[in-house]
């Protein structure tokens, strides 16, 4: 168990839709990374949360967006969903601001879009 | 930006074998190198990291090497066991920046 919880675990949806997927980090874990894992794309990192301040950012469509909370919990909103937003959600934790230092992933949600 | 390449894609080995997998980093930056492994339905779990100031580290059946001049890095595995099965994923990191980049993965399968 990495400590990171993310919920919901599967979300079935429409096109067109908007989901909001959550993630608690690690006790003292003060990032949050979102991460879209993808058949034909791999892992691929979207965006960085620190302290409650975006920190970096990759490769995220305008559709999507994050916070985070000051109780450090994170949500990822996803809008006007298409079919190739169908994937695998994950969250990861580390304690500081630099992607230098180990990061723990939650089990992730899995969205699928009919 | 960072590009991680990561072979082989897939690894089947006889139970007892060693496994290794090997990746290759273009920046000369990056100085912290993860390795994950990810089971059916779950999430990437770090197994070992190492940084750019060491060659090797070992934890029980599992080492990390890493060649910073020739910018590769490769994972190993003795005494495979069926548990052992998974996909395993590389990845490279700077200090400076804010991205943790992924190698292809490797699915290993360990035949009892």
């Known amino acids: 168990d990495s400590g990171v919880t993310q919920t919901p675990k599967h979300l079935i949806t429409a096109t067109g839709q908007r989901v909001t997927l959550r993630c608690s980090p690690r006790?003292?874990?003060?990032?949050v990374y979102w991460y879209q894992q993808s058949l034909d794309q791999g892992l691929q990192f979207l965006i960085q949360?620190?302290?409650?301040?975006?920190?970096a950012k990759g490769n995220i469509l305008e559709r999507f967006s994050a916070q985070q909370f000051p109780d450090l919990h994170s949500e990822l909103n996803l809008s006007s969903l298409e079919l190739g937003d169908s994937a695998l959600y994950f969250c990861a934790s580390s304690e500081g601001q630099n992607s230098n230092q180990p990061q723990h992933f939650g089990d992730g949600t899995r969205l699928s879009i009919l | 930006g960072e590009n991680v390449e990561q072979h082989p894609s897939t690894l089947s080995v006889q139970e007892g074998d060693s496994a290794v997998i090997k990746c290759t980093y273009s920046?000369?930056?990056?100085?912290?190198f993860p390795w994950y492994k990810q089971e059916l339905g779950k999430g990437p779990q770090l197994i070992i990291d190492?940084?750019?100031?060491?060659g090797e580290k070992k934890d029980q059946r599992i080492a990390v090497t890493l060649n910073k001049t020739a910018k590769h890095f490769s994972l190993h595995i003795t005494e495979t066991q069926p548990e052992d099965s998974a996909v395993y994923f590389c990845a490279a990191s700077q200090a400076a920046g804010n991205k943790l980049t992924f190698g292809g993965g490797t699915r290993v399968l360990v035949k009892p």
């Open positions: 920046d000369s930056a990056s100085n912290y």
């Open positions: 190492i940084r750019s100031n060491v």
């Open positions: 949360y620190y302290n409650g301040e975006e920190r």
């Open positions: 006790s003292g874990d003060l990032s």
